[in-house]
């Protein structure tokens, strides 16, 4: 069975860093997108950045310029790394990935459970 773990979250002052990090486990064949979420109080989720398994990448506007998507195959992991903090970015930030697993390879999207990043003076 496929699971993803995120650490990384906290309380960070504005201006600080973060990096986030999301590894999976299990019967894993193979990885294509890995994205990161977040989701604000009484806000839609919405996607913060995004990496494909050749390593193109796509950012939100809000985050551009201020954060990096990275990933490591080999560890089955994404990273969300994440500079001049603002307290708009506070959040539950999730992981998603598109993982093709088990005997009939099937490809299906996974979540991990969130982690609480907090931006606050």
């Known amino acids: 069975q496929v699971q993803l773990m995120e650490s990384g979250g906290g309380l960070v002052q504005p201006g600080e860093s973060l990096r986030l990090s999301c590894a999976a486990t299990?019967?894993?064949?193979?990885?294509?997108?890995m994205d990161w979420y977040r989701q604000a109080p009484g806000k839609e989720r919405e996607l913060v950045a995004a990496?494909?398994?050749?390593?193109?990448?796509n950012y939100a506007d809000s985050v551009k310029g201020r954060s990096t998507i990275s990933r490591d195959n080999a560890k089955n992991t994404v990273y969300l790394q994440m500079n001049s903090l603002k307290p708009e970015d506070t959040a539950v930030y999730y992981c998603?990935?598109?993982?093709?697993?088990?005997?009939?390879?099937?490809?299906?999207?996974?979540w991990g459970q969130g982690t609480q990043v907090t931006v606050s003076s």
């Open positions: 998603k990935m598109a993982i093709r697993s088990g005997s009939w390879a099937i490809e299906s999207n996974y």
């Open positions: 299990g019967t894993i064949l193979s990885i294509n997108d």
């Open positions: 990496i494909t398994n050749r390593g193109s990448t």
